[in-house]
């Protein structure tokens, strides 16, 4: 474990990777998918409040950045034509059954059931935007996403307490991040759809 303190370390590096993909968004070279972007707003908040009435302390500002930064960025698409991502069947399919998880997660009254739904939820609303980044790398930016998996990291560490609670929202978040980060920077998925595909024939003898 690491010093609570911490945390403040780890806002910074969302805020660093916040201004960089907001910036990018108001240029027009990162297109944020609004129904990601959106649902991670609405759900990092409703988190940071559920957090503060539990009394979480320090951890609870990895939370509150969780809510804000996508907030911006939601913010930031409407300023430019070139920043929209167009939304398909597949986001608002996406974006309906987050939106259920979260409905589910406000009136259960079992705490780990509820738990579950939210991050389910969250994971849902992510799904897009991993898309995107398999099919469109260029829209995106890889460091928001890398300075989140720092942040969720970062933040982990701090926990005195190893619980579902604490660790499974910013654990599955963390993944998440990174997986996305990645298929980003290294543009991966347009590099497998371009490589030819190679047909074993079997001779005769």
């Keep these: 474990m690491i010093d609570p303190r911490f945390v403040f370390l780890a806002a910074l590096l969302s805020l660093v990777g916040a201004w960089s993909y907001i910036r990018h968004t108001l240029q027009g070279t990162t ?49 430019n034509p070139n920043s929209v991502w167009k939304i398909g069947r597949f986001d608002i399919f996406c974006g309906s059954i987050s939106v259920a998880g979260l409905a589910f997660w406000c009136f259960i009254n079992q705490p780990t059931v509820a738990l579950v739904s939210f991050v389910a939820a969250d994971q849902i609303a992510a799904l897009p935007t991993l898309r995107k980044a398999w099919i469109a790398p260029q829209t995106e930016s890889s ?31 963390l993944v998440t991040d990174l997986i996305i980060g990645v298929l980003v920077f290294t543009r991966l998925g347009p590099r497998l759809r371009a490589k030819p595909i190679v047909y074993l024939t079997s001779s005769s003898t």
């Design 143 to 173: 460091r928001v996403f890398f300075m989140g998996f720092m942040n969720c990291g970062i933040t982990l560490l701090t926990l005195k307490h190893l619980t579902s609670a604490g660790v499974l929202f910013p654990g599955c978040i």
């Design 31 to 79: 297109s944020p998918n609004r129904v990601t972007w959106g649902l991670w707003a609405v759900e990092g908040i409703l988190a940071f409040v559920v957090e503060i009435q539990q009394h979480v302390g320090l951890a609870s500002v990895m939370t509150l950045m969780l809510g804000l930064v996508p907030l911006v960025v939601v913010a930031a698409s409407f300023k």
